[in-house]
């Protein structure tokens, strides 16, 4: 692309975009606001709006305890069902139940319990601390020698691929990653992973919270053995909303949840007191489903299938690229990085830049010039392309305000000190 940007060409993009008319389906209180955390935290599905009210008011207010068999009881496998369709799954895959930490608790110790003599976990320093520290609990708690690797990456941006493989052997049980790098945007290739993985006899377990409704993903092709994931980013499920486990089918059988309570029992409501497991996707689930959020789920997964995977890719693609064309012209000479893939086949939705001041322009951004993007420490401004509803106008005026921040002097009048959330 030649180096002449401007608002009029941004406006051209937009008015030959297939997806425009999808930014209509959602709540739009601040025309002016830029909103590029919508990999943090989507916006807010109009059918959302109208199905909380719809819960709350008559399923819960009139309905009371009969909604649990209008509808309540099967929402997990229901609602799991459709996501499946975004990950590559079959419905019986996928439900939906608890934090994407939890859910990881809960696979990660079938699969380790299921390896019995395998010692390893493999997993690469761009991984989500969380996943982390789950794995880390999870050792702790079955006091059984298995140690974590945690495989550096060699530029803080790109997946260690080959150092993964070469590590792989007939002492590794599991293999743990973010299929999308939740700083760079690095998205690891599936099913070449998953295949050098089995073939050392190990299982591999994905983390897709920023590959779900972002990239398309392909669990069955790849022979993934298992996955989890968020709600809350490209699925616009809302703050919170819980999380997605896949297990594949031939697996289901063989791996048991360590938190086997009752909406896992094959018949809750005989109150039996010894545990029998129900033989499908149903067995992961604990407690009662958290039903509000649970159901605001299904707006933001229909509009992706609606949409479709392919032309959502296929947007976000010319996104970021065009984006990463902006940085090159307008913000590498004022002492921005970029720190994301150039290659658009290794890249989500996302592009990471780096900047001395981030905090500090970070701030300005937020506070004087009405773009929304998200700061990770200890240097990166993430900007989330949601295909959805995320415009090229938003790119152009957000890479002017980047420029303005830091030109202007903008973030000087901030000081360096965090909030509790970033
Ligand atoms: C956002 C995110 C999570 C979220 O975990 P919760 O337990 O649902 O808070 C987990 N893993 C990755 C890679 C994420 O990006």
């Known amino acids: ?156 941006v790109h997946g260690p691929v080959d150092a993964l493989l070469a590590r792989l052997d007939d002492d590794v049980a599991l293999v743990v990653l973010s299929h999308t790098v939740f700083k760079s945007g690095y998205v690891y290739d599936m099913a070449a992973i998953t295949a050098a993985v089995h073939a050392s006899g190990a299982l591999v377990l994905w983390d897709l919270s920023h590959s779900a409704g972002s990239v398309p ?33 031939d697996l289901q059988p063989l791996l048991q949840n360590p938190i086997s309570g009752w909406m896992g029992q094959h018949a809750p409501f005989d109150f039996d007191l010894t545990y029998v497991a129900e033989p499908g996707m149903r067995h992961f689930l604990t407690g009662t489903p958290p039903v509000l959020s649970l159901a605001l789920i299904e707006p933001g997964v229909d509009l992706l299938l609606d949409a479709g995977m392919a032309a959502l890719r296929a947007k976000s693609v010319q996104q970021t690229e065009y984006f990463i064309s902006l940085w090159e012209t307008m913000l590498a000479p004022l002492g921005y990085t970029l720190n994301s893939p150039r290659r658009s086949a290794w890249r989500s939705s996302h592009v990471s830049l780096r900047h001395a001041e981030a905090w500090r322009i970070n701030q300005a951004l937020i506070h004087e010039l009405n773009v929304l993007p998200d700061f990770r420490a200890p240097d990166t ?42």
């Not at 069955?220 to 486990?245: Q, S």
């Not at 938003?394 to 002017?400: F, G, K, N, S, V």
């Open 217 to 249: 993903v392909d669990l069955a092709g790849a022979g993934a053995d298992l996955a989890i994931g968020c709600t809350y980013k490209y699925i616009n499920g809302g703050p919170g909303a819980p999380a997605f486990l896949y297990v594949r089918r």
């Open 381 to 422: 401004i993430r900007l989330g392309m949601a295909p959805l509803y995320t415009t090229f106008i938003d790119l152009y005026r957000a890479a002017e305000r980047l420029r303005c921040a830091v030109e202007a002097r903008l973030y000087a009048r901030y000081e360096n000190r965090r909030t509790a959330v970033t």
């Open 1 to 156: 692309m030649e180096a002449t940007f401007s608002s009029e060409q941004a406006r051209a993009l937009d008015a030959a975009d297939p997806l425009a008319h999808f930014r209509q389906r959602f709540a739009f209180p601040e025309p002016d606001l830029i909103y590029l955390d919508g990999n943090s935290l989507g916006r807010l599905p109009l059918a959302s709006e109208a199905l909380a009210h719809e819960l709350v008011t008559r399923q819960w207010g009139e309905r009371l305890i009969r909604s649990w068999n209008e509808g309540w009881f099967t929402l997990p496998a229901r609602i799991g069902g459709k996501l499946a369709q975004l990950v590559g799954a079959a419905p019986e895959e996928v439900v939906i139940a608890d934090a994407t930490s939890v859910n990881l608790f809960k696979l990660a110790v079938a699969a380790l319990q299921q390896q019995r003599g395998r010692t390893r976990i493999l997993t690469d320093d761009l991984n989500f601390p969380s996943d982390l520290y789950v794995l880390q609990g999870v050792i702790e708690t079955l006091n059984a020698g298995h140690q974590l690797e945690i495989i550096p990456s060699v530029d803080g």
